[in-house]
C-alpha cells in the first residue's frame, strides 16, 4: 500500500477495480485545515479524465504497468497486429486498446505498448510522427477566411488543418496528442 506522497506523474493506481493514470497533481497545504492531493487522472482503458482529491496520508492502491517496445505490423480486419522488438512474439490489440493510434501509425512503426500483467492496456505513440500528405486541395491566394489553413488527409487516412501553402507529396510534423500541424520535414 502506497500514500498520497507516493503520487507522482505517468504512476497507475487501482481505484473502484478500474486502473487510472496520474496526469497532474498537485499537493496543497491551505492556511487551515489538513493538507490534501488534488490530482487529474486519466481511466487507462476509456479515456475518461476526472478530477480526485485525497487527503495527505491516505492510503492508495497503486499498480505496477510496464512498457515495452512493439513495431506495429498491420491491420487485421479491425485489430492490430504488433510485434515484441525483443522476442518477436507477436500481440493483436482490439480498437479499443489501440484508441487514436491509428490515424498515426504507419506499418512498420515503433511504439510503445503498455502492459499490466502481461495484459496489453494502451498504446503510447512518440509525441509527433512525420506523415506524407496524400491529398490537399489547392490553396487560393489571399483566401484567409479560413485562418490561412486548409484541410489535407495524410497517408493514415486522418484529415489535418495545414496552411495554404502545402501541396501533395509534402511530408509534414503532425502532434500524436492533438493530431496538429507541426511543421514541414525537409528530406
Do not use: C
Amino acid at each position: 500500500m502506497a500514500s498520497t506522497a507516493d503520487i507522482r506523474n505517468g504512476v497507475v493506481l487501482n481505484m473502484d477495480g478500474q486502473l487510472w493514470t496520474v496526469i497532474d497533481f498537485q499537493h496543497v497545504k491551505p492556511g487551515k485545515g489538513g493538507a490534501f492531493v488534488r490530482t487529474k487522472v486519466k481511466n487507462v482503458m476509456s479515456g475518461k479524465v476526472v478530477d480526485r482529491t485525497f487527503n495527505a496520508g491516505a492510503k492508495i492502491e497503486t499498480e505496477t504497468v510496464d512498457r515495452a517496445d512493439y513495431q506495429y505490423l498491420y491491420a487485421d480486419g479491425e485489430n492490430y497486429v504488433f510485434m515484441d522488438k525483443g522476442t518477436y512474439d507477436q500481440i493483436t490489440l482490439t480498437p479499443a486498446q489501440v484508441g487514436d493510434a491509428p490515424n498515426f501509425m504507419l506499418e512498420n512503426q515503433d511504439v510503445t505498448i503498455a502492459l499490466h500483467n502481461g495484459d496489453p492496456l494502451y498504446v503510447e505513440l512518440p509525441a509527433s510522427v512525420t506523415l506524407e500528405i496524400t491529398y490537399t486541395e489547392p490553396g487560393l491566394q489571399g483566401d484567409r477566411s479560413t485562418g490561412g489553413t486548409k484541410p489535407a488527409t495524410v497517408e493514415t487516412g486522418y484529415q489535418i488543418q495545414v496552411p495554404l501553402f502545402l501541396e501533395q507529396g509534402t511530408k509534414v510534423k503532425v502532434d500524436t496528442r492533438d493530431g496538429s500541424y507541426l511543421g514541414r520535414v525537409n528530406d
